[in-house]
């Protein structure tokens, strides 16, 4: 019976793709884009053609657990499943797996990791591993003839899963490796000081060992594989440094881009796509191929973790309290800080664990220790919170911020807001009584980024897409949601929906309704996206858009245009 059945769905699948075929238009201004079986669709001989232009660098692309089944053993070890370094050699990999799971399709097409079966998901089915910028053009080229859905990558940690989509080519740029220091860098004959060009695959590690080599450094996230000169720049990019040196997108000078109609254009003399690639979202304009921004002299700071244990919820919502009304003492140092509170344990009374990294430039220890010394005494003071761990570490700010890796590897989606400045200063409970609800609906993780104030409020009238509630925020705080593999897809849509559902009206009690996100770490399904990541750029960002891509080839999740198409970008709506 087995076989029977199996040909039986086989049959169907091709007569519904037939279906398919025959009500979608094969022409450009079709309302879907071709996907394999429509007429519209290259040939064999076509993709064959391209692989020719582009010196044999196109590649079949696999989800990565049908990578790692093809591996010698027949498995990745789990070492290799959680590393961004192993997953970023990889070019069907996302970060976080969930991107690559057609969870929707119908049947659902999945491949997890150790599976027995494997669909190909919502994982791209060519990718052009370019090497030169006439291999992004190319791409580009092909993919606005032959109307494909394009994708573009650079490390696959996007957490809202815009670097993958399902019966695309992909273009990845993680070869794009330039990095290159200039004391005289010049724009026109503006004298643009000290700077750094980084290729678009370069990772934030190597900045900081480049930063370190040369004496400099440069304004990165707190990440070891994240692309500064990829999706993170056209975010905002916040770090650690922020409040010190403003936001990434505050620092860059110019950006080389390849766009829908195939030029490359040195952007800065393109004052409009400037605008728009400096926080106006990722993957929304053209292919990067490099980035400079500016480099400073290196410094020393002092950075610290401290490790503190909640006994439970009620003190974990008041070591929130607290953590609040100090938020401001470490200003005098712009120090820039992140905080997590994650559950140790399920059920009100059960710990959370507070882990509270901080940066603190030009400082020394003793300085630093007393910098800090109100809050952790304050903290100790209280009934339920006891010391674990701290440790004080003083030297190149380039090493402070070095990871090594990062660990990934599983199922997670964000939800987030941008929290003003004015409700620390005004109603620091409020921040206790919001993390208590937020615990009490089922939260288990808390990431706090203090990431803004300082250079970052003082940048406000820096004429860039930047939302404007970076300009008056001081936290950038993230919900985060995980599941694995053995649960339901019922479980998995409410996981996925939990933020917008649940936790969005809760967090907006600190944020305000209408407040921001940052595109780059939050929810793509923000139901009113436009507000949410853009704010009042959106419009412009919109005219700016058609401007440059007026056939929409570059389009993602909760990106400037999406809302014409549908979830993953294939069809018109
Ligand atoms: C562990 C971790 C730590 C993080 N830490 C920080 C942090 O400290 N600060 C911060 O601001 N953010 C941080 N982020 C978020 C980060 O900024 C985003 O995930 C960002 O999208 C990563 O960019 P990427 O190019 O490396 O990723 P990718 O997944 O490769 O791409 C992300 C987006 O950028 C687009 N893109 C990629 N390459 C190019 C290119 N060459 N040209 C045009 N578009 C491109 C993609 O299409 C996609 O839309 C962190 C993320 C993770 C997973
Ligand atoms: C292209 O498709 C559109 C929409 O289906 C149709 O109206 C138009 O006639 C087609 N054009 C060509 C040249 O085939
Ligand atoms: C592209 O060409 C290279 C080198 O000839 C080959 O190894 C590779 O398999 C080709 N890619 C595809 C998708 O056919
Ligand atoms: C790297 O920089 C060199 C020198 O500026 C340049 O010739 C080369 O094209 C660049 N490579 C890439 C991939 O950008
Ligand atoms: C620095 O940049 C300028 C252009 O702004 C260029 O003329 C010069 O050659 C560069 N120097 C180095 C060392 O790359
Ligand atoms: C891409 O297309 C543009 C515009 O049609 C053209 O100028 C360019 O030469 C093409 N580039 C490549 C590499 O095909
Ligand atoms: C940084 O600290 C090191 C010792 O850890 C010292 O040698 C160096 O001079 C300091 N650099 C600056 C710029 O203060
Ligand atoms: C979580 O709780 C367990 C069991 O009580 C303990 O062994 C572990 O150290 C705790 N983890 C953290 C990060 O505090
Ligand atoms: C650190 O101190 C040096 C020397 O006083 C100064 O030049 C530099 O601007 C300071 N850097 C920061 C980030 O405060
Ligand atoms: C914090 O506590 C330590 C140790 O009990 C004490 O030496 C220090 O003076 C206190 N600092 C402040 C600012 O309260
Ligand atoms: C939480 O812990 C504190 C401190 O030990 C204790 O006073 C309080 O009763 C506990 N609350 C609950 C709800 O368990
Ligand atoms: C920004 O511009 C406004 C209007 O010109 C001005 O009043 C304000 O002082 C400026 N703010 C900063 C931080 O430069
Ligand atoms: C997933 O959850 C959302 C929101 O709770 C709901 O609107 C949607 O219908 C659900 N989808 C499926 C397939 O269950």
């Not at 921004?293 to 008041?318: G, H, K, M, Q």
Request: hydrophobic share 40%; aromatic share 10%.
């Amino acid at each position: 019976m087995k076989p029977l059945f199996g040909s039986l769905i086989l049959l169907v699948c091709t007569l519904l793709a037939h279906l398919q075929n025959t009500s979608a238009a094969s022409n450009t201004t079709s309302r879907c884009r071709n996907v394999p079986g429509n007429p519209g669709y290259p040939s064999a001989a076509e993709w064959d053609a391209l692989n020719t232009t582009v010196f044999g660098r196109l590649v079949t692309v696999v989800p990565s657990a049908k990578f790692c089944a093809s591996l010698a053993g027949g498995a990745c070890t789990e070492d290799q499943w959680t590393s961004a370094l192993f997953r970023a050699t990889i070019p069907g990999a996302m970060e976080q797996p969930n991107w690559e799971q057609g969870y929707d399709h119908t049947p659902p097409s999945l491949c997890l990791q150790n599976g027995i079966t494997c669909g190909q998901g919502n994982v791209p089915l060519y990718s052009v591993e370019a090497e030169t910028v006439a291999d992004i053009q190319a791409a580009v080229n092909f993919s606005r003839i032959h109307h494909l859905r394009l994708v573009v990558k650079a490390s696959g940690h996007d957490y809202l899963g815009r670097s993958t989509a399902p019966s695309s080519l992909l273009t990845r740029t993680r070869n794009f490796q330039n990095v290159s220091f200039n004391d005289s860098f010049f724009i026109g004959s503006t004298y643009m000081r000290s700077t750094v060009t980084l290729g678009s695959g370069v990772f934030g590690q190597t900045v900081y060992t480049e930063g370190k080599a040369n004496g400099k450094i440069a304004v990165g996230g707190s990440a070891a594989t994240v692309c500064i000169a990829g999706g993170w720049v056209q975010g905002a990019g916040h770090s650690a440094l922020s409040p010190t040196l403003g936001l990434g997108a505050d620092n860059v000078l110019e950006f080389d881009i390849v766009v829908a109609s195939g030029e490359l254009l040195k952007e800065n003399s393109y004052p409009d796509l400037f605008y728009a690639l400096r926080g106006g979202g990722a993957g929304s304009w053209g292919v990067i191929v490099s980035a400079t921004f500016l480099a400073y002299p290196t410094f020393n700071a002092t950075s610290s973790v401290i490790y503190l244990v909640a006994e439970n919820d009620t003190v974990t919502a008041s070591l929130a309290a607290l953590h609040a009304e100090h938020i401001f003492d470490w200003d005098s140092v712009h120090a820039g800080q992140y905080f997590w509170f994650r559950k140790n344990g399920t059920g009100s009374s059960a710990p959370s664990v507070l882990f509270l990294v901080t940066y603190m430039p030009n400082t020394t220890v003793e300085q630093s220790i007393a910098l800090l010394a109100p809050f952790i005494n304050a903290s100790l003071a209280l009934p339920g919170v006891s010391l674990v761990s701290q440790e004080w570490t003083y030297g190149d700010i380039n090493d402070a911020l070095y990871q090594a890796d990062d660990s990934v590897g599983t199922n997670n989606v964000l939800g987030s807001r941008l929290i003003p400045a004015s409700m620390y200063r005004d109603s620091p409970g409020t921040v206790g009584k919001v993390y208590k609800e937020l615990l009490d609906n089922g939260a288990t993780e808390l990431l706090g980024n203090l990431v803004a104030g300082g250079k970052v409020a003082e940048n406000v009238n820096i004429s860039s897409a930047v939302h404007p509630a970076w300009r008056t925020a001081k936290t950038h705080l993230i919900l985060s949601a995980k599941w694995d593999d053995s649960a339901s897809l019922a479980e998995i849509n409410q996981t996925r929906h939990f933020f917008q559902n649940v936790q969005r009206p809760i967090l907006e009690e600190l944020s305000g309704p209408n407040a921001g996100s940052y595109s780059n770490e939050g929810d793509v399904f923000e139901p009113v996206f436009q507000t949410t990541f853009f704010g009042p750029n959106y419009s412009e960002l919109s005219a700016i858009k058609l401007k440059y891509d007026p056939e929409d080839l570059f389009i993602v999740g909760a990106g400037v245009g999406s809302e014409r198409w549908n979830e993953w970008g294939l069809c018109r709506v």
